[in-house]
C-alpha cells in the first residue's frame, strides 16, 4: 500500500516552455501533497504544500507564479513550471500524506527528471 | 546553520562491519524523526521512524537524544545492498502531515 506515481519520469524541454508534472496516490487519499526539488549533491528542499482544494503554502523564495500547483482531489496534484529556464533543471520529488496511511509519514514518488535545455 | 546536519561521508566499508552515523538538528521544537534512505537517483524511501526509547528493525537500530538534539543510525553486517544515502529528517508535528526537513544525507558504500 500506500503508492505514490509521478508522470512524465523524465522531461527535456526548451527555454520558454512550461512542464506539467502529476502526482498521484494510487492506493490512499492524499489530503496533504508535497513537492520536492533536488539539485545534485543536496538535500532535497520543500517548494510547496498543497491540501486538497485549498490553495498551496509557498516555501520562502518560491516563486508561485513560477510554480503552480494544483490539488484538485484527493488523489491527484500537479506542478506546473511555467516558463523554464535552464537554473530550473533538477529533480522534482512529490509526496502525499492522508487518510490510510500512518499521518505523520509521507510516501514519495519516484521523481521527474527536468532537463531545461 | 544548517536545520539538520550530517556528515556527507562517504563512508566506504567492508561487508559485513558495523557503521554509524550521526545527524544533529536545531530546532528544539521538532517532534518526529526519521531515516530515510535515498538510491542515486531516486526518490527517499522511509528506513525508519526514530523513538525517543531507541528502536530496532533487523540490522538496524535508531537512537535518539533529545536533550543533545542528536540521532543516529547504527548498520550491523553491513550488506552490498545496504550501500545508499542515508537521509536524517525531522518534522515538527506529531500525528498530522508536516513539512519535513532533510539532511543532505551521508553516503555509504559497502565493500567486497
Known amino acids: 500500500g500506500a503508492v505514490v506515481s509521478q508522470h512524465p519520469s523524465r522531461v527535456i524541454c526548451k527555454s520558454g516552455t512550461s512542464v506539467k508534472i502529476e502526482c498521484r496516490s494510487l492506493d490512499f487519499q492524499a489530503t496533504t501533497m508535497f513537492w520536492y526539488r533536488q539539485f545534485p549533491k543536496q538535500s532535497l528542499m520543500l517548494m510547496a504544500t498543497?491540501?486538497?482544494?485549498?490553495?498551496?503554502?509557498?516555501e520562502q523564495g518560491v516563486e508561485k507564479d513560477k510554480f503552480l500547483i494544483n490539488h484538485a482531489s484527493l488523489t491527484l496534484s500537479t506542478l506546473t513550471v511555467t516558463s523554464a529556464h535552464p537554473e530550473d533543471s533538477s529533480f522534482y520529488i512529490c509526496s502525499a500524506s492522508g487518510s490510510g496511511v500512518t499521518g505523520y509519514e509521507q510516501y514519495f514518488g519516484p521523481g521527474t527528471r527536468l532537463t531545461v535545455t | 546553520r544548517k536545520e539538520v546536519e550530517q556528515d556527507p561521508g562517504p563512508f566506504n566499508v567492508p561487508e559485513g562491519a558495523t557503521v554509524a552515523f550521526n545527524c544533529t538538528y536545531s530546532?528544539?521544537?521538532?517532534?518526529?524523526f526519521f531515516w530515510y534512505r535515498q538510491d542515486c537517483r531516486k526518490e527517499p524511501k522511509l528506513l525508519m521512524s526514530v523513538y525517543s526509547s531507541g528502536n530496532e528493525d533487523g540490522r538496524f537500530t535508531a537512537q535518539l537524544n533529545r536533550a543533545s538534539q542528536y540521532i543516529s543510525l547504527l548498520i550491523r553486517d553491513s550488506k552490498l545492498s545496504d550501500s545508499a544515502t542515508y537521509l536524517c529528517?525531522?518534522?515538527?508535528?506529531?500525528?498530522?502531515?508536516?513539512?519535513?526537513?532533510f539532511g543532505t544525507g551521508t553516503r555509504l558504500q559497502v565493500t567486497l
Open positions: 530546532n528544539s521544537a521538532s517532534q518526529s
Open positions: 529528517v525531522v518534522s515538527g508535528n506529531t500525528g498530522t502531515a508536516s513539512k519535513l526537513t
Open positions: 498543497s491540501n486538497e482544494g485549498s490553495k498551496a503554502t509557498y
